[in-house]
């Protein structure tokens, strides 16, 4: 998650990942609802910036302010790896 600086002037539509499920297979769609609910507690206001899906894997680029960034991080840092 990057964070965003306020922007002047236009703003671009917001794009969140309720908004981008058709980027990706229908199999990861409860998951990503589940993580869109959490980060509008976070930041509300988050964006995606790349929604993908390569060999199995998801891959989420999301932009928000600095500290659900920093909220978010935490706990990425905390989930258990996989072997």
Do not use: N
Request: with cysteine; glycine share 8%.
């Amino acid at each position: 998650m990057t964070t965003e600086e306020p922007s002047r002037g236009h703003s671009p539509p917001v794009r969140q990942l309720a908004d981008q499920l058709h980027l990706i297979g229908p199999g990861w769609h409860p998951l990503l609802l589940r993580l869109h609910e959490q980060l509008l507690v976070l930041d509300p206001g988050y964006q995606v910036d790349e929604l993908k899906e390569k060999l199995g894997a998801a891959r989420i680029r999301i932009t928000g302010t600095k500290a659900a960034c920093a909220e978010v991080q935490a706990r990425v840092t905390a989930c258990p790896q996989a072997a």
